[in-house]
């Protein structure tokens, strides 16, 4: 997920092990334990969203674009292929049944987690647009 950002970013926040001197890349490495968690479990819809809120919290205020702010959530799709030794899923052989049975139900998963991170992504957004009204009226009204 990190290599999403610019690679001087990214560089800090994989390298940068201090949680008050990097906060963001803490928050991204715990929240993501903790989506995996999930993914690889029961998919329990309250604690994604807590897992998820914290991480496009931070990435609604970096103006990344809505597709950019929940990428990460697809970028699962390559690991665990990868986790699988699924190289092309057109080119399957009988005998790779079962890993692509295992992807393909990971993969309705990570689609669900999307649909999620993507729902706070625009709640947030809104948010962030309604404190800027609340602020340009604040101001109009002190003049």
């Known amino acids: ?11 800090f926040l994989k390298d ?11 928050t991204i490495s715990h929240e993501m334990e903790n989506i995996l968690e999930e993914l690889l479990g029961t998919m329990d819809i309250d604690k994604l969203q807590i897992a998820l809120d914290h ?3 931070i990435r609604a ?4 674009s809505p597709s950019e702010a929940i990428s990460f959530v697809f970028l ?14 057109k080119s399957v052989t009988m005998n790779d049944g079962q890993r692509i049975h295992s ?7 990570i689609d669900r987690i999307a ?13 962030i647009y309604e404190i800027k009204l609340r602020e340009a009226k604040s101001r109009s009204r002190n003049r």
């Not at 092990?17 to 890349?25: A, E, H, I, S, T």
């Not at 992807?103 to 998963?109: A, D, G, I, P, V």
Request: overall charge negative; proline content about 5%; charged content about 35%.
């Open 115 to 127: 649909s999620i991170a993507f729902d706070i992504y625009t709640q947030c957004k809104q948010k």
């Open 55 to 57: 991480i496009i919290k």
């Open 61 to 64: 205020v970096q103006e990344f």
């Open 16 to 26: 940068e092990k201090d949680r008050f001197l990097n906060p963001v890349g803490h």
């Open 103 to 109: 992807f393909l139900q990971l993969e309705e998963k």
């Open 1 to 11: 997920m990190v290599e999403t950002y610019p690679p001087e970013t990214s560089k």
């Open 76 to 89: 699962l799709k390559n690991a665990i292929k990868d986790e699988l030794g699924i190289k092309d899923t």
